[in-house]
């Protein structure tokens, strides 16, 4: 991943964005500059009461700001029609806020009836969504919000802010609510589905794992909504621009990194000592004698790895070896992240992980070393970036 | 369909045995009452005055429908200024003149019914209008303070869900604050029913009509008979008025709720 992908133009920006509650001396935003990157998923994150719902509810103009402008496709929308303005932006909020006395097709089918669509493509657009969300149609189409579970009626809330098409999604804290093993299902569901309909995305969350897992892009928030750093998950990770953001992102936060590179975006170790169920041992000693490595890999007729056999197993006599030495447990498919690789790895006897294929087939070995180093790489990397950044801000991207 | 649905709903079938079996209650009184009274009215030893006093034709008929009209009349003014002042007070921009109009309208109804009967008579003269003003002043407040009370109830998530997808404020009003706030006004213009039959009774005073008028000939002319089938007669129309209410309610509600 040596090269990250280029921002993409700006979808909205905000402008100099201010907001002073009335009443309150201190602004809740102070002058915020944000580009949206069109077709991603920005995260807004940051400690409880910095500003991110107020800076969401700006976007839409459920609050109007006090000062600086909002761009929307490059048109100013500060002054247009606001109901207009929010029919083009899908709305999601923790609370879901479906409406109790309306079933779940009235529901979803809210914004395409205001935008007086007609019933037959109403009703399409109610079961496509319904069927795109993981709600069989013929079953909760009729049924009222109150005959739901909290990650249904997110689900719901969600297809309802897709209801007609719109091109900005605003969601805030959506899965906040939610129990974890159901928050983690619907965070992976509604990845999925951005992979389809790849919507410019707001998203607001105060929990970093959260912003990290579904954030293309993430904007690290501190008081008054002040942004102190907006960059890549992998990046923020592996270079925090400061202390306020590597208290935020927490201590781990660099192995968190790991998650962003998979096992095939690595250089595996292919000059591991091999030998196959049923050779000669004494060869295999001489292989492993001939390596820097400590353990040698047993592998099957099929090329599938078996087990583990160090020195002292092979320099015993009469040595079998498909059961000498303990079973590799640790395997890892080339689509793992290397944060599953490590877990794997540590739980290894031989402290490697082995990479194999579909059919379980003998690819290569990953260690703690070559882990380390990827770290390092990613971490020199951002540093190289940040301080090009310092050099010249224009060329940043 | 066959799939269990979640929030444990009772089966349709037994719901409607249920509320139905309720509902049956009232009109089996009111049939029981109405039969009661004429078989009281056919065994008693009556005077000329008693068979004058309640004839038919000539007396109860017209107060029935006076005292019925004016029930509804005075329960739609009612409805017609407290459902839209409450949902000019729960406004933003007219909030803050709640707590004054919820002051007056509270200090309004200490004032004794027939204290309020003699202002407006004071005022406006006799006849059935005046009546129908002075009940309708007594049950504003109920349905005002129902109609705040319901339509504060309704949640803020709610609300800013759909003004978030583009609902207008009018159409978060109409569409969905008002629905959901159906219920407890409702509960509110049946409180009003029930103090407007009852206040109806004493309407004849100034010249209203309605049932009190046979009521107080019994009294005057110490008829038990003509007294006793005013009064049930007025409990009769009040069990009725408060029962057809209910099944408005009851159709009103908006389902999922
Ligand atoms: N409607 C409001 N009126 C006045 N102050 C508000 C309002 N909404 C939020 N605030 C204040 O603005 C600040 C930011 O709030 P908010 O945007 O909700 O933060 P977050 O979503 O990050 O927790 C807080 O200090 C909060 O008290
Ligand atoms: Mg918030």
New binding site residues.
């Given amino acids: 991943m040596s090269v990250l992908p280029a921002v993409p133009a700006p979808k909205i920006r905000l402008e100099g964005v201010g907001k002073i509650?009335p009443g309150?001396d201190t602004p809740?935003v102070e002058a915020l500059d944000l580009d949206v990157p069109e077709g991603e998923i920005l995260v807004l994150v940051?400690p409880?009461?910095?500003?991110?719902?107020?800076t969401l509810r700006l976007v839409n103009r459920m609050i109007e700001p006090t000062s600086g402008r909002i761009l929307f496709d490059g048109e100013d929308v500060t002054s247009v029609n606001p109901d207009a303005l929010r029919r083009r932006m899908g709305y999601v909020i923790q609370q879901i806020g479906l409406f109790p006395h309306q079933t779940i097709a009235q529901n979803v089918a809210t914004v395409p009836r205001l935008l007086g669509w007609d019933k037959k493509r109403i009703t399409e657009r109610v079961d496509h969504l319904l069927d795109l969300t993981g709600l069989d149609p013929s079953i909760y189409r009729d049924r009222y919000p109150k005959e739901l579970s909290g990650g249904q009626a997110q689900r719901v809330g969600v297809a309802r802010a897709l209801g007609a098409d719109p091109e900005v999604l605003l969601m805030d804290e959506p899965f906040g609510a939610i129990d974890p093993i159901t928050r983690d299902r619907l965070q992976n569901e509604f990845l999925r589905l951005q992979g389809e309909i790849e919507k410019t995305i707001v998203f607001?969350t105060h929990d970093i794992d959260e912003a990290i897992k579904m954030g293309d892009r993430i904007a690290i928030l501190g008081e008054r909504s002040v942004i102190r750093q907006f960059d890549t998950p992998e990046r923020i990770l592996a270079y925090p621009v400061d202390d306020f953001v590597s208290d935020f992102i927490g201590s781990g936060s660099t192995l968190k990194g790991l998650n962003f590179e998979r096992v095939r975006d690595i250089e595996w170790n292919n000059d591991f000592p091999l030998a196959e169920v049923g050779s000669d041992p004494a060869e295999a000693r001489r292989r492993l004698e001939a390596s820097p490595e400590t353990w040698l890999l047993v592998l099957d007729a099929e090329q599938r790895p078996l087990r583990w056999v160090n020195d002292r197993h092979l320099a015993t006599a009469g040595v079998d070896l498909a059961t000498a030495g303990p079973e590799v447990i640790a395997k890892v498919l080339p689509n793992a992240t290397l944060h599953d690789c490590l877990e794997e790895l540590l739980l290894s006897n031989a402290g490697q992980a082995v990479v194999v294929d579909e059919r379980g087939r003998y690819q290569g070995i990953i260690d703690v070393d070559r882990l380390a180093d990827v770290l390092k790489r990613m971490r020199s990397e951002a540093k190289k970036h940040y301080d090009a950044l310092a050099e010249d801000p224009e060329a940043a991207s | 369909m066959t799939a269990a649905r979640p929030g444990g709903t009772r089966p349709p079938g037994l719901r409607l045995i249920r509320t139905n079996a309720e509902l049956l209650v009232t009109p089996l009184i009111v049939v029981a009452g109405v039969v009661l009274l004429r078989a009281n009215y056919n065994s008693a030893d009556r005077s000329f005055a008693d068979e004058r006093a309640l004839a038919w034709e000539r007396n109860l008929r017209p107060q029935l429908e006076q005292h019925i009209s004016l029930t509804l009349w005075s329960t739609i003014l009612t409805v017609a200024i407290a459902v839209p002042l409450g949902i000019l007070l729960t406004r933003a921009s007219y909030r803050r003149l709640a707590g004054p109009v919820l002051a007056v309208a509270t200090s309004g109804q200490a004032i004794p019914a027939f204290g309020l009967l003699v202002l407006a008579f004071a005022w406006l003269g006799s006849g059935p209008w005046t009546a129908i003003w002075a009940l309708t002043f007594f049950t504003v407040l109920p349905v005002l303070r129902n109609t705040m009370v319901g339509l504060d109830q309704v949640s803020q998530p709610i609300i800013e869900a759909g003004r978030g997808m583009g609902l207008t404020r009018t159409q978060v009003l109409r569409q969905i604050e008002l629905p959901l706030a159906v219920p407890i006004i409702l509960a509110g213009v049946r409180t009003a029913l029930v103090i407007n039959v009852g206040m109806a009774a004493l309407a004849y005073l100034i010249g209203g009509g309605g049932l009190g008028a046979t009521i107080s000939a019994g009294i005057q002319l110490s008829r038990d008979l003509v007294v006793i089938t005013g009064a049930v007669m007025t409990a009769l129309v009040a069990l009725s008025i408060d029962w057809i209410a209910a099944l408005i309610e009851k159709a009103l509600r908006p389902r999922g709720l």
């Fill in positions: 509650y309150s809740a940051g409880s009461g910095c500003g991110k719902s107020t607001v």
